[in-house]
Nanobody
Framework: QVQLVESGGGLVQAGGSLGLSCTAS????????MAWYRQAPGKQRELVAS???????NYADPAKGRFSISRDNAENTEYLKMNSLKPGDTAVYYC????????????????WGQGTQVTVAT
């Protein structure tokens, strides 16, 4: 099993910045893709950004130019730096990871964090 523990989030004024981090723990697993999703009240969960194990990022349109995803493979930790935040960015942000057992590299399992609230005030 892999556990994802998020930190960061909170309340920020519009135009401000905030950082999130997520650490994956679990013996015998290789962490592959990591990502951040978000879910606003009354809306579906949506992808914010993802990053491969080699560090290649991918951003959803709302995040392009404002958010930056990165990871530290040695620490199994991913980060999301959010700049120029807007009220529309208000949501619960979830850490997501795909992991494979070291003994079964062809099997992929998906894991989710508990979520952390980000609120952007006007």
């Amino acid at each position: 099993q892999v556990q994802l523990v998020e930190s960061g989030g909170g309340l920020v004024q519009a135009g401000g910045s905030l950082g999130l981090s997520c650490t994956a723990s679990g013996r015998g697993f290789t962490i592959n893709v990591m990502a951040w999703y978000r879910q606003a009240p009354g809306k579906q969960r949506e992808l914010v950004a993802s990053i491969t194990s080699r560090g290649r990022p991918n951003y959803a349109d709302p995040a392009k130019g404002r958010f930056s995803i990165s990871r530290d493979n040695a620490e199994n930790t991913e980060y999301l730096k959010m700049n120029s935040l807007k009220p529309g960015d208000t949501a619960v942000y979830y850490c997501y990871a795909v992991a494979s057992p070291v003994s079964q590299a062809n099997y992929n399992y998906q894991y989710w964090g508990q979520g952390t609230q980000v609120t952007v005030a006007t």
